[in-house]
């Protein structure tokens, strides 16, 4: 439920309000923009009655959500939420970034350079896997904590956040100093990590799972937000379809359906998307047309030698090449378009 209030209601009409609303058991999540002040209620309000409500001076409308998310509902949050990833790197609310880097950490000169290259050509986050989701038990599974100390290595020799993916609750005391926790498709249903994720401080990269429909994504999100984590990031990474010509299939639409439904922002990964390295420059490119807040792109500095991933990494020169079209078409948008 949604209760918009008067912009010019007197203190003491709103406290009455709170006081009717405590006999409910309800949370209440205020949303203020600049015209309007928005209370968002989450918990059961299926007993409270629309009319009472109306009768209260500051109360100026009401709505039931009848979708089952509530925090992560665009109606509870009118203004896209931005979210603060370190001095001066925001995604969101008009905040673009790009992050690269390779899928696995492999050595320390392998995160390093790469790390190196994707900032020289305007990655401002670096991403890298130490904990790897691999469908078979005997590929290769990530440096896991030594990939972690490597990737944390590639920060301080550059200074640009960190993404990597956890797998489990059990080593999150490894991830006190990564920047952005990236929760990988195979687990975005995975509630009891979600649940531990919701209580700590640091954004959240929730990718979309591999058959998963765009309402059981965002009920994901709404785990996590539920517990009190706000930063979430959605990442659409490619859906499995009937297709085989690409690993899966990219929903573009996605981008349009969530601005819509949630004020979370949304990057795309055009790599797990597609699969196919030279396919993912035109799909990085489609979802800036289609309004991403941002990009994730598999790069290596020596694909057909990488550990994972290597048919869809790709090289630093070619990042370099969709970087200047990327930031083209994002100027051209700014400029001609919005
Ligand atoms: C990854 O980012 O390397 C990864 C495993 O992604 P996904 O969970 O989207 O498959
Ligand atoms: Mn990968």
């Given at each position: 439920?949604?209760?918009?209030?008067?912009?010019?209601?007197?203190?003491?009409?709103?406290?009455?309000?709170?006081?009717?609303?405590?006999a409910?058991?309800?949370?209440?999540?205020?949303?203020?923009?600049?015209?309007?002040?928005?209370?968002?209620?989450?918990?059961?309000t299926?007993k409270?009655?629309?009319?009472?409500?109306?009768?209260?001076?500051?109360?100026?409308?009401v709505?039931?959500?009848?979708?089952?998310?509530?925090?992560?509902?665009?109606?509870f949050?009118?203004?896209?939420?931005?979210?603060?990833?370190?001095?001066?790197?925001?995604i969101?609310?008009?905040?673009?970034?790009?992050?690269?880097?390779?899928?696995?950490?492999?050595?320390?000169?392998?995160?390093?350079?790469?790390?190196?290259?994707?900032?020289?050509?305007?990655?401002?986050?670096l991403?890298?896997?130490?904990?790897?989701?691999?469908?078979?038990?005997?590929?290769?599974?990530?440096?896991?904590?030594?990939?972690?100390?490597l990737?944390?290595?590639?920060?301080?020799?550059?200074?640009?956040?960190?993404?990597?993916?956890?797998?489990?609750?059990?080593?999150?005391?490894?991830?006190?100093d990564?920047?952005?926790?990236?929760?990988?498709?195979?687990?975005?249903?995975?509630?009891?990590?979600?649940?531990?994720?919701?209580?700590?401080?640091?954004?959240?990269?929730?990718?979309?799972?591999?058959?998963?429909?765009?309402?059981?994504?965002?009920?994901?999100?709404?785990?996590?937000?539920?517990?009190?984590?706000?930063?979430?990031?959605l990442?659409?990474?490619g859906?499995?379809?009937?297709?085989?010509?690409?690993?899966?299939?990219?929903?573009?639409?996605?981008?349009?359906?969530?601005?819509?439904?949630?004020?979370?922002?949304?990057?795309?990964?055009?790599?797990?998307?597609?699969?196919?390295?030279?396919?993912?420059?035109?799909?990085?490119?489609?979802?800036?047309?289609?309004?991403?807040?941002?990009?994730?792109?598999?790069?290596?500095?020596n694909?057909?030698?990488?550990?994972?991933?290597?048919a869809?990494?790709?090289?630093?020169?070619?990042?370099?090449?969709?970087?200047?079209?990327?930031?083209?078409?994002r100027?051209?948008?700014?400029?001609?378009?919005?």
């Amino acid at each position: 439920m949604v209760i918009i209030l008067n912009e010019t209601a007197p203190e003491i009409e709103v406290q009455e309000l709170e006081q009717f609303l405590s006999a409910y058991n309800v949370q209440i999540k205020p949303t203020v923009g600049e015209h309007t002040v928005i209370w968002g209620l989450i918990g059961d309000t299926s007993k409270i009655d629309l009319d009472t409500l109306l009768t209260y001076p500051c109360v100026n409308d009401v709505k039931r959500i009848q979708e089952p998310f509530k925090a992560a509902n665009r109606k509870f949050h009118p203004e896209p939420t931005t979210v603060k990833i370190a001095e001066g790197i925001e995604i969101g609310g008009g905040h673009f970034q790009v992050i690269a880097g390779p899928c696995s950490v492999e050595t320390e000169e392998q995160i390093t350079e790469v790390a190196r290259d994707v900032q020289a050509a305007g990655a401002r986050l670096l991403r890298g896997g130490a904990f790897k989701p691999r469908t078979s038990p005997y590929a290769f599974q990530g440096l896991r904590a030594e990939g972690l100390e490597l990737l944390l290595e590639a920060k301080q020799a550059t200074g640009m956040p960190v993404v990597t993916e956890i797998m489990s609750a059990a080593h999150l005391p490894l991830f006190k100093d990564v920047d952005v926790i990236q929760v990988g498709a195979r687990n975005m249903q995975n509630f009891e990590l979600l649940k531990e994720l919701g209580k700590q401080d640091k954004p959240i990269l929730l990718k979309r799972g591999l058959a998963n429909t765009i309402e059981e994504w965002l009920m994901s999100a709404e785990y996590i937000m539920s517990e009190g984590n706000q930063n979430i990031i959605l990442c659409e990474r490619g859906i499995r379809t009937f297709e085989t010509a690409t690993r899966n299939t990219l929903d573009l639409s996605a981008i349009t359906v969530l601005k819509e439904k949630t004020h979370l922002p949304v990057i795309v990964d055009p790599s797990h998307a597609t699969g196919v390295r030279r396919y993912v420059e035109s799909m990085a490119l489609a979802a800036v047309a289609a309004g991403a807040d941002g990009l994730i792109i598999e790069v290596h500095n020596n694909p057909q030698k990488a550990l994972c991933d290597g048919a869809q990494s790709l090289t630093p020169g070619q990042f370099e090449n969709t970087m200047k079209k990327v930031e083209k078409l994002r100027n051209f948008m700014i400029s001609e378009i919005f």
